[in-house]
């Protein structure tokens, strides 16, 4: 079973930082891509950025774009979304999701896999 258990989130200053991390586990195919998504109080689940494990191939939300970078470590199982000059339009709580995908998706709809998600506080 294929389980993903986020960490990282917390409380920041508008302009601030923060990492994000999400851990695989269980995982028993190779070929998978692996998202970031959101969702704030009354509002849907919106997608965040996306990458394929074994590709380069990427998506960014055009209102994270130049802001927020995913990446991974192999090694570690680990999947990253390093968020800088963070606004408070940006708090939410975010879900990594993975699935059986050749490419991105934007779509929440295309994702089975999904973690218990890690808040994001943003202050202004």
């Known amino acids: 079973q294929v389980q993903l258990v986020e960490s990282g989130g917390g409380l920041v200053q508008a302009g601030g930082s923060l990492r994000l991390s999400c851990t695989i586990s269980?995982?028993?195919?190779?070929?998978?891509?692996m998202g970031w998504f959101r969702q704030a109080p009354g509002k849907e689940r919106e997608f965040v950025a996306a990458?394929?494990?074994?590709?380069?191939?990427?998506l960014y939300a055009d209102s994270v774009k130049g802001r927020f970078t995913i990446s991974r470590d192999s090694a570690k199982k680990t999947v990253y979304l390093q968020m800088n000059s963070l606004k408070p339009e940006d708090a939410a709580v975010y879900y990594c999701?993975?699935?059986?995908?050749?490419?991105?998706?934007?779509?929440?709809?295309?994702?089975?896999?999904w973690g218990q998600g890690t808040q994001v506080t943003v202050s202004s």
């Open positions: 269980g995982l028993t195919f190779s070929t998978y891509v």
């Open positions: 999701a993975l699935d059986r995908l050749v490419v991105p998706s934007m779509s929440r709809h295309d994702y089975s896999y």
């Open positions: 990458k394929s494990w074994n590709g380069n191939r990427i």
